[in-house]
């Protein structure tokens, strides 16, 4: 018997090379030569399941990705790996066939078989640069698609409690958030963003003793002061402003202070609007807008509490134990019961989320996306073992959930812990009058969101090719300069004008830079379909780097003024796309810096 041995690694066996030249096959355009990849395989695909190669009743789809080594083309696949088993031949022999049986394309200059059966392609020079033309076209369209086709998806992010300024890890929240409703809405798919008050409970009652306590005339220093009560320098501007009887407006109503220190319930419902118009003011600042602002108060007052509990009582879930009502949650994969009604009457928040996530489900949202905290993790199985208890045909897995870890923020390498404004947190506020809104958006969306981020202060207000923000918004700024520059010398060029014979682009960091331009569409749509949001900043990071390495290695205002105008294309396709990034990330492109 003869055994064949074949290995995983590309280096290990001896390419067999092709080249085409025919031009039987057009490209439409480079951000689709993937798709060209793939439509070229299906070709051969077919081709082999007609002549009996393959069984004709089965299904090929070839998986085309990026190569992370140039010097084994652009594009791979595994189609051969996969189809050897249907095809009974070893996959380096199936490739061949496949290969030998692809159509001629002008997309493609030569094709190579590497190791036990990949498939890698180099794509030719012309079509490299054709998506030169798509950006300049598609401007700010380009890399947006309609995969959504218009369905609805709620992104519910920091609804934080109006108890006080919004925390750093709010802001993280909020950044990613917003860039992932972006994101989405980039995918085609109509975003609602939504912002939970938790306006009923014990931390409001609280926060109303605070300011009582403040109009009264005690600090937190008296041994009145109320023993979970909030001590920042906040507390004091609510009562202050409570006393003067200001009106403050916060989305659906309107307070005015009634200057009474014993109205326990005025205090309370001046101090939440106040913090809310102060939580609003802090995200404005920080670019996030919401659509809803729902309230937990309005769960109670419009009956959704009681009718949640009528529902899960009715379907034979609950129990009575120690005086207090439980949920059979371990019926639906919990580790054990949840308590939802206490034994004083009051409901635990367990019981209030479960009513907004059916009055979510009965709004039409059958895609809900929660940022929230990781302190939030262990909410995640009650919230869904809840909503499957009510029986409404809700699925297992919904909602989704994207969890953030926490924030740290360091200056001078020590960690910064206190604001006067807050008392005992650094605020969002306080970030964003340091380093400004820019680079506060972007370093708090530019880790995985299950990874701790550290805000280093310093990096952020640097100027230096290590702050990414600098870094980025350098080569977009860097790129509008040359254009001012081709305008003293009396030539005008539009942002969006491809100008020149692309073909004359002959560098290996021209084609760099082009096939990662290429890229930017398929991030896009992964970006959402994985809820990462930060594979967005480090792609822009190295095209930024890429196009810096470029820019100091190659003079564009030269004499010879048909490479100059191809040079320049291909600056302006750059500045478009980090333009597109920037702003999916919510993050301002200067023209000059």
Same mark, same amino acid.
Request: hydrophobic share 35%.
């Given at each position: ?38 439509e070229l395989l299906q070709s ?172 009264? #005339?005690?600090?937190? +220093? ?5 023993? =979970? *009560? ?6 004091? &501007? !609510? @009562? ?92 639906? #994969?919990?580790?054990? +019961? ?5 034994? =004083? *009457? ?6 209030? &989320? !479960? @009513? ?36 409404a045909n809700i699925p297992k ?183 597109n990034g920037l702003d999916l ?9």
């Amino acid at each position: 018997a003869t055994t064949e041995i074949y290995t995983l690694s590309l280096h290990d066996a001896l390419p067999i090379c092709f080249r085409r030249s025919s031009i039987l096959l057009q490209p439409e355009s480079s951000d689709s030569m993937k798709e060209t990849v793939s439509e070229l395989l299906q070709s051969a695909l077919a081709t082999l399941q007609s002549e009996g190669t393959l069984p004709a009743d089965q299904t090929f789809t070839p998986q085309v990705g990026n190569t992370k080594d140039k010097s084994h083309g652009d594009y791979a696949c595994n189609i051969a790996l996969v189809a050897s088993k249907a095809a009974g031949c070893p996959p380096r022999k199936l490739a061949e066939a496949l290969v030998e049986r692809l159509p001629n394309s002008s997309a493609v200059e030569k094709v190579e078989i590497a190791g036990p059966g990949f498939i890698n392609f180099f794509m030719s020079t012309a079509s490299a640069f054709e998506v030169v033309n798509t950006i300049l076209d598609d401007a700010g369209q380009y890399g947006r698609n309609n995969n959504g086709e218009g369905k609805k998806v709620q992104v519910e992010f920091v609804s934080a409690n109006p108890t006080g300024p919004l925390h750093v890890g709010h802001g993280r929240g909020a950044a990613i958030g917003d860039c992932l409703s972006r994101l989405l809405e980039a995918n085609g798919y109509q975003v609602t963003r939504e912002f939970y008050y938790n306006d009923a409970g014990a931390q409001i009652n609280n926060l109303a003793l605070s300011v009582q306590s403040r109009v009264k #005339g005690l600090t937190p +220093d008296d041994e009145n002061w109320p023993a =979970d *009560g909030y001590r920042g320098d906040y507390i004091t &501007d !609510v @009562a202050n402003a409570y006393l003067a009887g200001e009106t403050v407006i916060a989305d659906d109503r309107e307070v005015t202070g009634k200057a009474d220190p014993d109205d326990q319930q005025a205090i309370q419902e001046f101090a939440v609007a106040y913090l809310r118009r102060e939580q609003d003011l802090d995200l404005k600042a920080f670019g996030v807008e919401f659509d809803v602002y729902f309230l937990e108060s309005s769960l109670y007052e419009d009956g959704k509490v009681e009718e949640a509990v009528e529902r899960l009582q009715e379907n034979g879930y609950t129990y009575e134990h120690d005086g207090a009502m439980w949920l059979k949650t371990t019926e639906f #994969g919990d580790d054990k +019961d949840r308590v939802m009604r206490k034994k =004083d *009457g009051g409901y635990t928040y367990f019981l209030p &989320d !479960v @009513a907004y996530h059916l009055d979510k489900w009965q709004r039409g949202f059958t895609t809900v996306i929660n940022e929230q905290g990781a302190d939030h993790h262990s909410t995640v199985t009650r919230v869904r073992a809840g909503l499957q208890a009510l029986n409404a045909n809700i699925p297992k897995e919904w909602p989704d959930y994207v969890l953030h870890q926490m924030v740290m923020v360091t200056r001078s390498g020590q960690e910064v812990k206190i604001s006067k404004r807050a008392g005992s947190y650094v605020t969002v506020r306080d970030l964003i009058d340091e380093v400004g809104r820019d680079a506060t958006r972007f370093f708090l969306a530019a880790r995985r969101v299950d990874s701790q981020l550290t805000f280093d202060i310093d990096l952020a207000r640097s100027q230096t090719n290590e702050n990414p923000v600098y870094y980025i918004q350098y080569a977009h700024a860097r790129i509008c300069s040359v254009l001012r520059k081709l305008k003293e010398e009396w030539v005008e060029r539009g942002l969006n004008e491809c100008v020149g014979d692309l073909s004359l682009l002959t560098l290996d960091e021209e084609k760099d830079l082009a096939n990662q331009l290429a890229k930017y569409p398929e991030l896009i749509e992964s970006s959402a379909k994985l809820r990462e949001p930060h594979h967005l900043t480090h792609y822009l990071r190295d095209l930024a780097g890429q196009f810096h390495t470029y820019y100091n290695a190659h003079k564009v205002l030269i004499e010879d003024t048909a490479v100059r105008d191809a040079r320049v294309s291909l600056y302006l396709a750059v500045r478009q796309v980090i333009a597109n990034g920037l702003d999916l990330l919510g993050v301002s492109a200067p023209d000059e810096m």
